[in-house]
């Protein structure tokens, strides 16, 4: 069976926070300063991992054409910087992961203890003999869905099932760069959860923070955006759809701040203080429409009301009907209050 919780350096996932990520990809120009540069700033703006890409060329392709080697060269992200990033994230308070393309790349992970893996959908969707491999690893384990089926994403859990590996959680993706809203179906993300019972999250494509914001309002306990310190980097994932720093940061705070209105308080029995304040603020009172004399009785048909802090509530006017006789003389538009009248 799948976990409702699935726990991550920590983290609960599937618990009242979601778990966002700032996939920087390939956006480190394959340099580690920029590398640094970039967890420095996700770290900053409240991520609680970064993510990359484990891709080598020659691991990955034999004999590429020109375009796709061209292509498939700014997306590198060298071997030894796996380790590297990894204690780097470890001391800005974040976690390092990556995900793997080609099979050495689960080695280099498992070499510096990743706590998370991230299986894209290029991966689910023609890979199997990688997504048996982090199965076995029995770790916690995203799955992508962007091109992959439904038929790809259960034989997909399958495979963990069969691992005895129940640590994973299902993003849902469009693979469309941007995703117009309009093609984001974030419906499915719900489909994933009936059908498979554990975590769910989005892994956001679209321009700007607002989709993805409505997703965690929907149910995502996972939020992955792409990440770049500048949308004018010549790389593949630095386009509309990444989010810059300040970007990032607002989405998070903004996320954050939806969580607190979720949360299920006490049973509304009773207005909170600030609003009895403003209440109060706001009463109707009983006022006299004509001039009344003392002993003379006032009927309900003599008032009128206005907002006034002190004197008869219109409530109890409402319900009483009945007030008696005025002890003294009272003027027009006097504001009606109890020690003026007597029952006698």
């Known amino acids: 069976m799948p976990k409702s919780i699935v726990e991550v350096a920590g983290f609960p996932v599937g618990g009242d926070q ?15 300063t920029l ?23 020659h691991r990955l392709y034999t004999r590429p054409d020109a375009q796709t080697a061209e292509f498939i060269k700014k997306l590198e992200f060298p071997e030894e910087w796996h380790g590297i990033l990894s204690e780097y994230c470890a001391k800005k308070g974040v976690v390092f992961f990556s995900s793997p ?19 894209a959908s290029a991966q689910i969707g023609t890979f199997p003999q990688i997504v ?7 770790k916690p384990t995203i799955f992508s869905t962007g091109i992959a089926n439904y038929d790809e994403v259960t034989k997909a859990v399958r495979i963990f099932e069969q691992a005895g590996n129940d640590n994973y959680i299902i993003l ?36 700007g923070i607002h989709i993805p914001i409505a997703a965690v309002v929907r149910g995502a306990q996972v939020i992955e955006k792409h990440f770049t310190l500048d949308k004018e980097f010549d790389t593949p994932d630095s386009t509309s759809f990444a989010a810059d720093p300040p970007e990032f940061k607002a989405l998070v705070e903004q996320i954050r701040e939806v969580e607190q209105s979720l949360i299920k308080r006490a049973p509304r029995l009773d207005i909170q203080k600030e609003e009895k ?11 006299l429409k004509k001039e009344v004399k003392a002993g003379d009785e006032i009927l309900y048909s003599d008032l009128d009301y206005s907002r006034f802090t002190e004197g008869i509530d219109c409530r109890y006017a409402f319900e009483n009907r009945n007030f008696g006789y005025a002890k003294i003389d009272l003027q027009a538009a006097t504001i009606l209050k109890h020690e003026y009248l007597t029952k006698e």
């Not at 689960?106 to 893996?117: N, S, W």
């Not at 048996?132 to 029995?138: D, I, S, Y």
């Not at 469309?176 to 994933?192: K, S």
């Open 132 to 138: 048996e491999r982090v199965a076995e690893l029995n």
């Open 35 to 57: 590398a640094k540069e970039s967890i420095d700033a996700a770290a900053e703006a409240g991520a609680n991992a970064v993510k990359f890409q484990s891709i080598d060329l």
């Open 101 to 119: 393309t080609y099979m050495k790349a689960v080695d280099l992970l498992e070499e510096i203890d990743v706590p998370l893996y991230k299986l």
């Open 18 to 32: 979601a778990y966002i990520i700032a996939d920087v990809g390939s956006n480190h120009k394959q340099d580690l």
């Open 172 to 207: 849902h993706c469009n693979s469309i760069y941007p995703a117009p809203a309009d093609r984001v179906n974030m419906p499915l993300m719900d489909t994933y959860k009936s059908m498979f019972d554990c975590p769910v999250g989005f892994s956001d494509h679209t321009n």
């Open 277 to 287: 304040n403003f209440k109060n603020a706001i009463l109707y009172r009983a006022r």
